[in-house]
């Protein structure tokens, strides 16, 4: 029988509002999306987890190019290949993620939507993984899927303007969407660019936000200097954040 | 608290260059933050009894979930190619130059193509 997400037996006390945001992270994984079944979603969360032992991965990561090294990934055959290699590679070289191979692996057989859902299950799970890692629990087991279909139903006003695939941009966000784009907020802008990045499929965005709401800082801390909900202080947080960050190349 | 001091930016804990005066305990804070990137399960332990010992449990579970969201949010910006905002560009020069930023691959600014 598979366990439920719980940090009850955890050394370290973990805050209620992260072992909330976690169980609705896992129920979103296992629960059918927008475009994939529930069964889709929590083999993307396996195959995430799989990419530690894919020795195609490593070669590539070593490699000056991740480009020139072809070669079929160690893979728990659950999925297309296409759906494989996209969640290898973000996983694991996602600094070397240029815009022509994506464009490459766009098609009918993997639209831009489904692109974007599966982007948001790699993240939910790395994230709830990565979590159990740093404060040295095991990691949850894996939902079991839930039966039924995928909504199907995509934003309107979707444009490509900035990023390599459509985001949507709160002057066209539905009232769900807009939920993400902090307003009123002192200065805050409303829709920084990495709020915007899943919102081609608002459920990724909604869900993904309240993780980030949960452990990272809340809007209303991020943009109001005496407001910190956190025991540390918030230069130690973007401390962290940071070198996170600059390990893994990213720019933005 | 601030990596900045009359206006030079602090930047070697980012870079993992060195200690900085500046963020009380930054030391433990970002070898914690290095290990959960790249470590072993071995050294990523060390790193959090570190963190432990200097600054407590609560600050432990804030660090492991800042790390957290930023190793998942990492790939969601690279996976989906966003511009960072242009307004963001004359107010970011100084670290930017500091830590060689613009050389990243992943360097993508709204209007500037790429």
Redesign the interface.
């Known amino acids: 029988m598979k366990m439920a997400v719980s940090y009850a037996n955890s050394a ?4 209620a509002d ?1 072992e909330t945001a976690h169980k609705a992270a896992w129920g979103h994984i296992a629960a059918p999306g927008t475009w994939l079944d529930g069964e889709t979603r929590v083999a993307i969360a396996a195959e995430t987890r799989n990419v530690a032992a894919c020795a195609l991965c490593a070669e590539r990561k070593a490699s000056l190019s991740p480009y020139t090294v072809e070669g079929e990934h160690d893979h728990l055959g659950a999925l297309p290949e296409n759906y494989v290699e996209l969640i290898h590679r ?2 694991s070289d ?6 022509r191979w ?1 464009r490459s692996m766009l098609g009918d057989d993997l639209p831009d939507t489904h692109y ?1 859902e599966i ?2 299950v ?3 799970s ?6 159990c ?4 629990v095991a990691r949850h087991d894996l939902p079991e899927s839930v039966p039924g279909e995928p909504a199907r139903v995509g934003p309107d006003g979707a444009a490509e303007d ?4 459509p ?1 949507v941009g709160p002057e066209a966000a539905s009232d769900d969407l807009k939920k993400i784009y902090p307003g009123n907020i002192g200065d805050a ?1 409303t829709a ?3 709020r ?3 919102s081609l499929v608002p459920a990724e965005a909604q869900s ?1 936000f309240a ?2 709401d ?3 800082l809340p809007p209303e801390a991020m943009w109001q200097v005496d407001v910190n909900p ?4 918030k ?3 973007e ?14 | ?3 900045q001091d009359e206006g030079s930016p602090d930047l070697g ?4 260059a060195g200690p900085s005066p ?5 030391d433990v ?2 070898g ?3 290990q ?3 470590g072993t399960t071995v050294e ?2 060390a790193a ?1 009894q570190a963190l ?1 010992d200097r ?31 242009s ?1 963001k560009f004359d107010r970011t020069g100084d670290f930017r130059t500091a ?1 060689d ?1 613009d050389s ?5 600014f ?1 209007g500037a193509g ?1």
């Open positions: 370290l006390a973990v805050r992260i973000i996983v996602p600094a070397r993620i240029a815009e994506v974007v982007v948001g790699v993240a939910h790395i994230c709830v993984d990565t979590f890692d740093g404060i040295g900035i990023s390599w695939l985001t802008p920084p660019h990495v915007r990045a899943m993904f993780l980030n949960a452990q990272y956190r025991a540390i202080e230069a130690q947080v401390l962290v954040a940071s070198r996170v960050s600059a390990l893994n190349g990213c720019f933005y | 608290m601030s990596l804990l980012v870079t993992g500046y963020i009380f305990d930054g804070f970002a914690f933050a290095e959960i990137v790249v990523l332990d959090r432990l600054c407590g449990p609560r600050a432990v579970v804030d660090a492991a979930a800042v790390a957290a969201l930023f190793n998942a949010i990492n790939r969601v910006a690279d996976a989906i190619g966003i511009q960072v905002e307004s830590l930023l990243f691959q992943t360097a993508r709204e790429g």
